[in-house]
């Protein structure tokens, strides 16, 4: 799309959601930031009248709606009906259930491919994570346009240009692009199994040690950096944090404070470019368990409990090696970020996660050589420091 708003990148702190699609922000970091999505749209009730707004121009050809099983028995469905009556052509394809749970990987993007049609114009996407994953790819490949009607508040993916797939076995983040639209009905985010509501405030949480490694690479590689990106991130955490209380009575209001900071923090990703201001040591750790949950057969948490749990390690590792961080890097406690996940009855250790003492060593120990990204794992392992900091957390945690 043609951005046509050009402001200063100040202006976007004032900004709500609905106001940020079609921009490009000036920055004082040298880079020009964008927010290539035509439409988002967060309330509660219905947001079939702006999907349907949205497809008008691509009536002609035939919308191919993309479901799992879950998401189809509490959207899906009734979208499909709906998009018909208004007199639609439709490719509606669902993924049901399997031996293991879907995963984005060579497999699943075949299957999808296989089930479009030539004269599919448009993908429309009833779902999460996963299924956002795929679609993205899919549309990146073939160049038609997606949207996504989300169904759980569980992931920051909504809104970014990158895909989380597994390719040949490894978690591999692919460029894309961003979705053409996204909507959020929030009587329906909060209907959500309260595990996915866990899994996407742990994945907000994720971001504060986030930017402390991106502060820290910036610090010790120059690496680039940019301040209002770094804020605008902190300012999704903020909003998030404030409404924990309310998240596990899923109070609609906390819903849609936790919603806006997971697109928020995927807008981040496509503002920088890349995943820096939203991924650090804790996704790094957060992968390498799936990955090796992938290569066993085994079913692998949800990625943002993961990353929750991720960040309590990261935390403790940033205090335990503390003499070695820069002056003016900002990190959490332990005790606040732990604190913050048993608020809402989310995971706090690799034990609770199903993780294995020895995996869990191993991810300490190795993790670091799994990702090129600059992380407290490298810190730690160039000062010689990672198999004494590996047995000290292990013992911490399972002692």
């Given at each position: 799309?043609?951005?046509?708003?050009?402001?200063?990148?100040?202006?976007?702190?004032?900004?709500?959601?609905?106001?940020?699609?079609?921009?490009?922000?000036?920055?004082?970091?040298?880079?020009?930031?964008?927010?290539?999505?035509?439409?988002?749209?967060?309330?509660?009730?219905?947001?079939?009248?702006?999907?349907?707004?949205?497809?008008?121009?691509?009536?002609?050809?035939?919308?191919?709606?993309?479901?799992?099983h879950n998401t189809n028995k509490a959207l899906g469905k009734s979208v499909v009906e709906r998009l018909i009556a208004e007199g639609f052509h439709l490719n509606p394809f669902t993924f049901e259930p399997g031996a293991h749970d879907l995963l984005p990987d060579e497999s699943s993007i075949g299957r999808l491919l296989i089930e479009m049609d030539?004269?599919?114009?448009?993908?429309?996407?009833?779902?999460?994570?996963?299924?956002?994953?795929?679609?993205?790819?899919?549309?990146?490949?073939?160049?038609?346009?997606?949207?996504?009607?989300g169904t759980a508040p569980s992931m920051d993916g909504y809104a970014s240009v990158t895909s989380a797939l597994v390719i040949n076995g490894k978690k591999t983040s692919i460029p894309g692009k961003y979705p053409s639209a996204i909507f959020a009905d929030l009587s329906v985010m909060r209907d959500a199994p309260m595990i996915m509501i866990q899994a996407g405030f742990g994945d907000v949480l994720g971001k504060i040690t986030a930017l402390a490694d991106w502060q820290l690479s910036n610090a010790l590689t120059g690496e680039y950096y940019c301040e209002a990106i770094a804020g605008l991130v902190q300012k999704a955490v903020d909003k998030c944090v404030e409404s924990t209380g309310g998240l596990?009575?899923?109070?609609?209001?906390?819903?849609?404070?936790l919603i806006e900071a997971l697109l928020l923090t995927g807008i981040c990703i496509g503002l920088a470019g890349e995943t820096r201001p939203a991924s650090g040591m804790e996704h790094i750790l957060a992968h390498y368990w799936d990955v090796k949950a992938i290569e066993a057969g085994r079913e692998h948490p949800l990625h943002g409990n993961s990353v929750g749990v991720?960040?309590?390690?990261?935390?403790?590792?940033?205090?335990?090696?503390?003499?070695?961080?820069?002056?003016?890097?900002?990190?959490?406690?332990?005790?606040?970020?732990?604190?913050?996940?048993?608020?809402?009855?989310?995971?706090?250790?690799?034990?609770?996660?199903?993780?294995?003492?020895?995996?869990?060593?191993?991810?300490?120990?190795?993790?670091?050589?799994?990702?090129?990204?600059?992380?407290?794992?490298?810190?730690?392992?160039?000062?010689?420091?990672?198999?004494?900091?590996?047995?000290?957390?292990?013992?911490?945690?399972?002692?």
């Open positions: 799309m043609d951005n046509k708003k050009v402001k200063d990148i100040k202006d976007i702190f004032s900004m709500s959601i609905e106001e940020m699609p079609g921009t490009v922000f000036e920055c004082s970091c040298g880079r020009p930031h964008g927010v290539d999505i035509e439409k988002m749209i967060v309330r509660s009730g219905s947001v079939m009248e702006d999907v349907i707004e949205t497809l008008m121009p691509y009536r002609d050809g035939k919308i191919f709606v993309l479901s799992d030539q004269d599919d114009s448009y993908i429309l996407v009833v779902g999460s994570g996963v299924l956002n994953d795929i679609a993205r790819i899919i549309s990146f490949r073939t160049n038609k346009p997606y949207a996504i009607i596990f009575n899923k109070d609609e209001h906390a819903i849609g404070c991720g960040t309590v390690i990261t935390a403790m590792l940033y205090e335990l090696v503390a003499e070695l961080v820069p002056a003016g890097i900002s990190y959490p406690s332990v005790a606040y970020v732990a604190g913050l996940l048993e608020k809402i009855g989310a995971p706090t250790s690799p034990a609770q996660l199903g993780i294995s003492r020895e995996l869990f060593l191993d991810s300490i120990k190795n993790a670091v050589h799994s990702r090129k990204k600059y992380t407290l794992l490298q810190l730690c392992y160039d000062n010689g420091r990672m198999d004494e900091c590996a047995e000290i957390l292990t013992r911490r945690l399972y002692d």
